[in-house]
Structures are given as C-alpha cells and as structure tokens.
C-alpha cells in the first residue's frame, strides 16, 4: 500500500505543476478582451480559469491528503523497524556466551606459584 501511495503522490504532484503551468495568470484577461480567441476556446471564454482552478484545488486537497497519510504510515513503518531491532540485539545477546571476568594478576603478566 504504500508503494501504491508513492506512485499516486508524485502523479498527483506532477499534475499540479502541469495545471499550475497551463494557466494564464491575471495580466491576461486585458488581451483576452481585444481579440485574442479566448472566446473560441473549448471551455469558452471564462471556463477554462474556473476549470483549471477548480482541478487545481481538487489536485492540492489529494496531495495534502496524501501527505498525511503517508506521513503516518512511514512513523508506524520506523516504530516496527525500530521493534524489530530491538528484537534482534536481544537475541543476539541472549546466544552469546557469557564473557569469563579476567584474574587481575594474569593481566599484569605474572604467573601465579
């Protein structure tokens, strides 16, 4: 599932740079007035803005959705990995052989008599 989630996210992600690009900012409605086709547009001449904005709105609300939730999932994937860890030091330690205290006077190099 959340490989699914990263595949929707940076499709959504791209689709609103796209529509962020596609649209005309707000100088453009002066030149849309003297003739300049907007009118002959397939959304007319003001459906394309609410079209795109509207679509741009809806792609920002999914992306923040997204986030979120991969955001959960990640925080739940980090506290097993972490579980898990933990899990396996123990055992690790739980197999070793427990370590024999050295005598102090064979550190030194001294043979006892």
């Known amino acids: 599932m959340y490989e699914v989630l990263i595949v929707i996210y940076l499709i959504v992600a791209l689709a ?49 959705i997204i986030s979120l939730l991969l955001g959960t999932l990640t925080s739940e994937r980090s506290n ?10 123990e055992q690790v330690d739980a197999a070793k052989p427990p370590v024999a205290e050295k005598d102090p006077a064979s550190e030194n190099g001294s043979v006892p008599k």
């Open 16 to 64: 609103i740079i796209g529509l962020v690009l596609i649209q005309q900012g707000k100088g453009a409605d002066m030149g849309a007035s003297f003739g300049s086709g907007a009118s002959g547009s397939v959304f007319g001449s003001s459906g394309a803005g609410s079209f795109l904005t509207r679509s741009t709105g809806v792609l920002a609300t999914l992306f923040f």
């Open 80 to 89: 097993k990995t972490s579980e898990f860890e933990n899990l396996a030091t």
